[in-house]
Every structure is written in C-alpha cells, then in structure tokens.
C-alpha cells in the first residue's frame, strides 16, 4: 500500500480542517470532527452564561419560527438569560400540553415574562396554568403561587392574592408567602387600604418577616386619613419592641 506523504497529510490538516481523515491501521474509520454544532455551541455558551450570543446563534438556526416547541424554548430560555423577556413571550404564548413536564417548564417562564413585561392580569392566567399542570412534587409551586400573589396585588386583585398565599403550604414555602404578604401589605399601605393591610398582615408568619411588618398598620392609618388611628399603631407596635423600634 502506497504511503501518503507526510507533508501532504499536514497541508491536507492546514487546509481542511473540519475534514475527517483515514486513520491508519484502520480502513475506512474517521476521525470525528473537532467541530462542535450549532446546537452545541448555543447550550455551552448558556452554560457559561453567554445567554446573549446563544441567541444569536438560536436566531440564525430559525429557532423563533421553528415548529419544534423544544427548540422555541431553548430560545426563550436564551432570551431571559440576559433579560430580555419582552422576546420571550411571543416564543411562549400559548405554550402548554396539559400533563407534560415541557408545558410546566414553558408555563412558569411565561408567568415570569408577563410579570416582568407587567402584564400582570396575563401572568396570574399564566401561573394559575403553571400550578395546574406541573407534578405535586415540584419544587416551584410555591415559589408560583406568591409570585401569582404578588402579580395579583399588582393587578388590584387583592382577594386572589390573599386566597392564593393563604393556600402556601406552610412545610414548603412559609418564608416565601410571608415576605410576598409583607410586600404586599407595603403596596396596599401606600394606597390607605387598611382592610388589605390587615388581611395580609395576617399571613406573615416567618420571624423575620414580621420583625420588619411593625411599621405597615401605621403607615397604612396615616395614608387613609386616621391620623388618631396611627397614633395608636404607633403605640401598639413600639410595645414589645426591641429599644431600637422604641
């Protein structure tokens, strides 16, 4: 069998890179090439948090018009790597087939772009769908369900947001639903919605959460006009207190 010259083999190598070549003792095998895919190139560069040029690569490949629901979200999932969440509802509009694991994923990132796009009516529509598809056991539905409270409030939905947060089980997401109701009860205070105060008030529960409550009530008071009101808060709330909120 005739030899290929050496300095052929490596001006072949310089030239042609991306070309498999015969290894040797091994008729008719090949040389895998060193080149990634584009696919593969868009999930490292995600992994390494390059979210940006990943899209650009997703783009190029026709991900935001291809029919494949799997390539769409990888998409989206480029796009809110970098904050640019307005992109990832049309990719996600729509999204869901009841009882697939892809739907719950798709879902819950739709409910974070209508959030982050305050299209807060939507993004309630979008995690109530979240929380009806994904499994029992997964681990972000109560991390959902007070992101649904907060978009609620937002909205000027408060019954819902109360009812929703109320409905946290305690074992999972107590930390969480206390500081979205605190969070809340800030907002409504502002407005002089003691009513909405009060109820929310109610559902902090986590220790930290109600250390930083004490001053809610009586903000809420003084912006509904009950300045005699306030007062009295403001009496309640420094009995007990640590000399500091004296």
């Not at 018009?65 to 049309?90: F, H, I, K």
């Amino acid at each position: 069998m005739k030899r290929v010259p050496l300095l052929l083999v490596c001006l072949a190598a310089l030239l042609f890179p991306a070309a498999a070549l015969p290894v040797r003792g091994v008729p008719g095998e090949r040389i895998a090439r060193s080149t990634p895919l584009p696919l593969d190139s868009a999930r490292e560069e995600m992994r390494v948090g390059r979210h940006w040029h990943a899209t650009r690569i997703l783009r190029g490949l026709g991900a935001d018009t291809a029919p494949d629901p799997a390539l769409r979200m990888l998409l989206a999932r480029a796009e809110a790597g970098w904050g640019n969440w307005a992109e990832v509802v049309p990719l996600l509009e729509g999204a869901g087939r009841p009882g697939s694991r892809a739907a719950a994923d798709e879902l819950f990132l739709l409910g974070r772009a209508l959030e982050e796009s305050a299209r807060h009516d939507d993004a309630v529509e979008a995690y109530r769908a979240f929380l009806r598809t994904a499994a029992p056991a997964d681990g972000r539905r109560a991390v959902a369900m007070t992101r649904l409270a907060r978009v609620a409030l937002a909205a000027g939905r408060t019954r819902d947001a109360v009812e929703t947060l109320g409905a946290v089980p305690a074992s999972t997401g107590v930390v969480l639903s206390s500081w979205a109701a605190l969070e809340g009860a800030e907002l409504r205070a502002r407005a002089g919605d003691t009513a909405a105060v009060a109820l929310l008030l109610g559902l902090v529960l986590d220790g930290g959460a109600r250390d930083a409550a004490w001053r809610v009530l009586p903000r809420a008071r003084l912006a509904a006009g009950d300045s005699a009101g306030a007062g009295r808060a403001w009496v309640a709330a420094r009995v007990g207190g640590s000399p500091a909120r004296r």
